[in-house]
């Protein structure tokens, strides 16, 4: 066991709680009324429009992607620093990743993507690195100008509607976070959640995907469509189909398969309900604490928590930079540490250095500030149930290597 993990998921009384209630209670295992009941809370914490709840952020992702539309053919932009699975989501329905550089905050760089922009290209991908959003106003700014709308090509309906390409936002770590005083799902045409285990709030394997989309669109109509194509295209859910004598349905389209099961929802409600009560505040505190002790040496390069424009970081990841340290330099550290029992990680190599995309024709040397970030990136343990004395036995560590 180690002495102080990198992360654990939070499985209290709640979660367990909110689980037994519905194996005991409802009678149901699959999508039902915990799923119902989650997207309603998701609903009521982030202010958008409609919520589909699906089983992972990349299954999320795909469903956003098909039901605008995207497939062989399309070119979809994503940051060189991220989670594969941002990149994946758009290989595995055909399209062509097209990646670009990020700001020294580890966001998609908004001049790179203007420049990376094409006739084919269908979707951007930002990504809330650490919970730390991206900028939104700028990336929007250069999708709604007019040599982007005059170049973009619709090839349906749903993208002759948005007449640009579409901002689908990975927030995969951002719930929680506001950028400009707006919170994460309110913030893009799409956006989607993870919750997977190691996530602000989890269950266990899950996502969601929140919609906020221009008036041209009917949200409820959209809901409706992606809630079907999230279940084989099924006319019915098992749920809705739960009455007596109301069996029959159809196939309508030729959906995937990734709802949300209902236990998993449990798990996450019971999360949702105490997340800006407690939750949030614990991270928030844990991460002032980070910020504080390390600041004592001027060689750390200190992830933001807020900034004076309104935008706040959901605090999902402690993303440390050791200014002047090398690559071998900052796998050492983590080594040595590893060796007290102190679990650290690095967020994230970039994906032009991983087999799959090198083999695509990504090379590193095309996107240096991504090379750079990594190099000396160290994260540290962050989560709830984190014993503040933890944080100061993290912080005497890390401050030795760099006297
Ligand atoms: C930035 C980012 N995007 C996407 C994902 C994929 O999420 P999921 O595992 O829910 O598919 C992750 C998961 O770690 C992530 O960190």
Not at 46 to 54: D, E
Not at 190 to 206: A, C, M, P, Q, Y
Request: negative net charge.
């Amino acid at each position: 066991m180690n002495k102080i993990p990198f992360s654990q998921p939070l499985i209290d009384e709640d979660v367990i709680a909110e689980v037994l209630d519905s194996l005991v209670n409802t009678g149901w295992l699959t999508s039902g009324p915990k799923v119902q009941a989650l997207e309603a809370a998701l609903l009521a914490y982030t202010g958008a429009q409609a919520i589909v709840c699906v089983n992972s952020w990349t299954s999320g992702a795909m469903l956003a992607l098909k039901w605008f539309g995207v497939g062989p053919g399309d070119e979809v932009i994503v940051p060189a620093y991220t989670y594969a699975a941002t990149a994946l989501c758009a290989l595995n329905i055909g399209a062509r990743v097209v990646m670009v550089d990020v700001l020294g905050d580890f966001t998609l760089d908004p001049e790179q993507l203007e420049r990376a922009i094409t006739p084919r290209t269908k979707a951007i991908i930002p990504v809330d690195l650490g919970g730390w959003p991206a900028d939104y106003d700028r990336i929007r700014h250069i999708l709604e100008d007019d040599p982007v709308r005059s170049r973009f090509s619709p090839a349906t309906l749903v993208q002759e509607k948005l007449g640009r390409p579409l901002i689908l936002a990975d927030a995969a770590h951002s719930i929680g976070a506001r950028y400009r005083g707006r919170k994460s799902g309110v913030c893009a045409d799409v956006t989607v959640l993870s919750f997977h285990s190691v996530k602000n709030i989890t269950t266990g394997e899950g996502g969601a995907v929140c919609l906020q989309l221009p008036p041209s669109f009917d949200p409820e109509a959209e809901y409706r469509f992606m809630k079907l194509y999230s279940l084989n295209g099924q006319s019915k859910s098992t749920y809705e189909k739960n009455i007596p004598g109301d069996w029959r349905y159809d196939i309508v389209e030729q959906g995937l398969k990734v709802n949300m099961p209902d236990l998993s929802a449990a798990v996450g409600l019971a999360q949702i309900r105490k997340y800006d009560r407690q939750l949030l505040p614990e991270r928030f505190e844990l991460f002032r604490q980070y910020q504080e002790q390390l600041g004592a040496s001027d060689r750390m390069v200190l992830p933001l928590l807020q900034n004076g424009e309104g935008t706040v970081s959901s605090a999902h990841l402690f993303l440390l930079r050791i200014d002047g340290m090398t690559e071998s330099g900052r796998d050492a550290i983590i080594a040595d540490m590893a060796c007290e029992g102190i679990g650290l990680n690095v967020h994230y190599i970039p994906l032009p250095m991983m087999t799959l995309f090198r083999n695509l024709g990504f090379r590193m040397e095309d996107y240096p500030n991504t090379l750079r970030l990594y190099m000396n990136e160290i994260t540290l343990p962050l989560y709830n149930g984190l014993p503040p004395e933890s944080v100061c036995v993290v912080c005497d560590k890390l401050l030795q290597y760099t006297r």
